[in-house]
């Protein structure tokens, strides 16, 4: 590698979001200039359909796709029916759970191609 070149290190953003918060994330990122790929996911506590979206960037751009992602994911209460009373009595209760903003991890890539 000569003087010029230097290693452009790779970093994949997966950000779990609300379903409601989605269409707002994605907006965000194209408007600045990432890529990004959305999935339907379901969270395995709730059962509930959320959006998980992969983002593939340089390393000096992640703090600026994590902003994207975090000033569009809003927390939220979410009921959820209470089981653990259910079936001893006929109705079961609702409990009441924080969701969100985002839930991300940021991991190294090895590797990046495109054919
Ligand atoms: P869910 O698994 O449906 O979880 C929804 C919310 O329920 C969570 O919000 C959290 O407040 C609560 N919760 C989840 N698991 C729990 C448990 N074992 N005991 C008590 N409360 C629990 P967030 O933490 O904001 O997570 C939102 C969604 O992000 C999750 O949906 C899941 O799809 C994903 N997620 C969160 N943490 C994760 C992790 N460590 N690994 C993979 N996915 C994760």
């Given amino acids: ?26 907006d965000a990122l194209l408007n600045n200039g990432f ?4 999935l339907s996911t379901t969270g395995g506590f709730l059962k509930t359909g959320n959006t998980t979206f992969l983002v593939g960037v340089e390393e000096t751009k992640v703090d600026a796709a994590l902003k994207c992602i975090k000033d569009n994911s809003q927390k939220r ?14 109705m079961p209760t609702a409990i009441e759970v924080t969701v969100g ?15």
């Fill in 101 to 115: 903003g985002a839930t991300v991890f940021v991991l190294d890539v090895d590797r990046f191609e495109k054919y």
């Fill in 1 to 26: 590698m000569n003087k010029t070149e230097r290693m452009i290190y790779m970093k994949l953003i997966i950000a779990i979001v609300n379903r409601d918060d989605a269409s707002s994330v994605a």
């Fill in 35 to 38: 890529y990004s790929t959305k």
């Fill in 77 to 90: 209460q979410q009921l959820m029916p209470d089981l653990s009373v259910y079936p001893v009595e006929l």
